[in-house]
């Protein structure tokens, strides 16, 4: 166990709903990180936050994506009208300070649309 | 963030050690370089990072070659907990975010 905590752990939708998951960081880190990863590949980056400024989106990260992290603490990622190619485990770490050398992972969220 | 190429799958046998290869000929010099690793079903973790000089801490040793280009990740005497994939990315520090490749699957034989 990290600290970093996601629910839903698994989360089985139907094309077409909206997703909501939350991230809960390690309480003093003030980066988090939203990554996804598909079957067999790494992770890829999505978005990060210092404290509760959302300072890059990645173009993976289409209009139907959003993230918010009020008051820098939690963070959430929702997911409008999903397609089958958003099936993948979303994954958020945190990190402490700008010297970013090690960032912490929750379990991750598993998403499946069917 | 440097392109890093690293063999798809390594083995071992426990209790013996194992060197891990990483290239990133395009590294620039602000980039440090950074080894995480992923058990199965689980989020990455970090194992260990440097910039120019060899780094050791309780996990594992990073050797980094003087040009740069290339590093290696050494794992003292493999336990089947090390069975995992282990990724070598060069990154800024600046923002942090980490541009995971393939990867390499290292499987410990007992």
């Known amino acids: 166990d990290t600290g970093v905590s996601q629910n839903p752990r698994h989360k089985i939708t139907k094309r077409g709903q909206n997703v909501t998951f939350r991230c809960d960081p390690i309480?003093?880190?003030?980066?988090l990180y939203w990554y996804r990863q598909t079957l067999g590949q790494g992770p890829e980056f999505l978005t990060y936050?210092?404290?509760?400024?959302?300072?890059?989106k990645s173009r993976l990260l289409s209009d139907r994506f959003s993230a918010e992290r009020p008051k820098g603490s939690f963070s959430t990622l929702e997911i409008q009208r999903t397609e089958q190619g958003d099936s993948a485990m979303y994954l958020c770490?945190?990190?402490?300070?700008?010297?970013?050398?090690?960032?912490?992972f929750g379990p991750g969220t598993r998403l499946t649309v069917t | 963030d440097a392109k890093t190429t690293q063999p798809n799958s390594m083995e071992s046998n426990e209790e013996e050690p194992v060197h891990l290869p990483c290239n990133h000929s395009?590294?620039?010099?602000?980039?440090?370089i950074h080894w995480y690793r992923q058990l199965p079903s689980q989020g990455p973790e970090y194992v260990i990072h440097?910039?120019?000089s060899n780094v050791n801490n309780r996990m594992a040793s990073l050797a980094i070659a003087e040009d740069r280009k290339s590093s290696t990740l050494i794992l003292h005497r493999a336990t089947l907990r090390d069975a995992a994939v282990y990724y070598c990315?060069?990154?800024?520090?600046?923002?942090?975010?980490?541009?995971f490749g393939q990867g390499t699957i290292l499987t410990v034989h007992p």
């Open positions: 440097g910039l120019t």
């Open positions: 990315i060069a990154t800024r520090i600046v923002d942090g975010k980490l541009t």
């Open positions: 936050f210092q404290n509760e400024a959302q300072l890059e």
């Open positions: 309480s003093e880190h003030n980066r």
């Open positions: 395009t590294i620039s010099g602000t980039d440090y």
């Open positions: 770490a945190s990190s402490l300070g700008t010297q970013t050398y090690e960032q912490y």
